[in-house]
Each structure stands twice: as C-alpha cells, then as structure tokens.
C-alpha cells in the first residue's frame, strides 16, 4: 500500500522496470512476483479504485512503441 499525499506522484517505467513515487526510487512496493503492465496497441481498460468519497484523481498514460 502507498499512501499518498495531495498532489504525489507514481511513475511506473514499463521499458526500464523503474517505479518512482514522488521521485524516489519505489521498488520496494512492488512484489518480487509481480509483472509490469504490458500494455496493447490500441484500447486498453486500466482500472482506479479506492474507499475515499472525495477525491480527485488524474491518469496520464504515455505509451512508446519499444522498436521505435
């Protein structure tokens, strides 16, 4: 679990396997068994959800072909 403060921020690096959370290096919230998304050309559904009633959330995904 990550708790994260009012305007912080999850990097998740697919091609270099990196996670970042709020700038530091955040590997260690990631299980040793878990995979990277791998994410499709075309639509992908990425799914958010948490107990809070209040909230505002963004998600900004940059998908880069790896062959180019």
């Given at each position: ?16 396997m ?51």
């Amino acid at each position: 679990n990550i708790n994260l403060p009012p305007g912080g921020e999850i990097i998740i690096n697919t091609c270099d396997m990196t996670v970042m959370v709020n700038g530091a290096n955040g590997l260690e919230y990631v299980e040793a068994s878990s995979d990277f998304f791998k994410f499709l050309t075309g639509r992908n559904e990425l799914v958010y959800s948490d107990t809070g009633t209040r909230r505002e959330v963004t998600i900004d995904i940059l998908w880069k072909d790896r062959g180019v």
